[in-house]
């Protein structure tokens, strides 16, 4: 018996469990975040990388809430955390905003109770996250003058100059796209029972 409700408005049971998915959502994003200040080359790929790990508590959170407005809540969540531990900037709120919304669009259109639709979905969503080292490229000088001011370390700022080259930014995006549909798979290997009582095929 599928656990799909007829019902598309969210009720406090569906905002309490994708509060506590983004919540493991963003402790694995934030995880790779800090990575990233090891070296830039981290940082870079730390969207292929969330998107591998956070793939099973985005995917539970979809399969529990098969209503719209779920996976923009989880990103608005995601974001508002960013933005109050001061790590958020206009790239990266644009960037979340839009994956979030076509994701909610791709799950509209696929009934919220595919498997398919909502791991393309979580790919669109994954590239949200490539907001965050986008500005290397957007606006190089000033993004490099401004981590030196805050106080990275010069051969950081050396090694981000050098790996910001077109090659690297197919790199930034494609990766997110891969570990996306990794990530969406992994969930479905570990939590096979759960989608199938949920509804998802």
């Known amino acids: 018996m599928s656990d799909v409700s007829m019902d598309k ?15 493991i959502y963003f402790v694995i994003n934030f995880i790779f ?24 508590p985005f995917m539970l959170m979809v399969a529990k809430v098969q209503k719209p407005g779920a996976v923009f809540l989880m990103g608005l969540i995601t974001a508002l955390i960013y933005f109050a531990t001061g790590q958020f900037t206009l790239v990266i709120l644009v960037a979340m905003a839009s994956t979030c919304i076509l994701s909610e669009i791709v799950r509209g259109i696929t009934k919220y109770n ?11 969503y994954s590239l949200g996250m490539v907001g965050s080292p986008l500005p290397i ?15 990275m370390p010069l051969d950081y700022v050396s090694a981000v100059e050098a790996l910001s080259s077109n090659a690297m930014l197919i790199v930034l995006i494609v ?5 996306g549909i990794i990530g969406a798979f992994i969930a479905k ?13």
């Open 137 to 151: 490229w957007l606006f190089k000088k000033d993004f490099l003058a401004q981590i030196a001011e805050q106080g």
């Open 175 to 179: 990766a997110p796209i891969i570990g």
């Open 114 to 124: 595919s498997f398919k639709g909502n791991s393309i979905a979580y790919v669109i």
């Open 33 to 56: 975040m800090l990575m990233g200040g090891i070296h830039p080359v981290l940082w870079m790929l730390m969207p292929g990388f969330i998107a591998v790990f956070a793939g099973i």
């Open 189 to 201: 290997g570990l939590f096979q029972k759960h989608f199938v009582k949920a509804g998802i095929v």
């Open 9 to 23: 408005k969210l009720k406090g049971k569906d905002l309490i469990t994708i509060g506590i998915f983004s919540a």
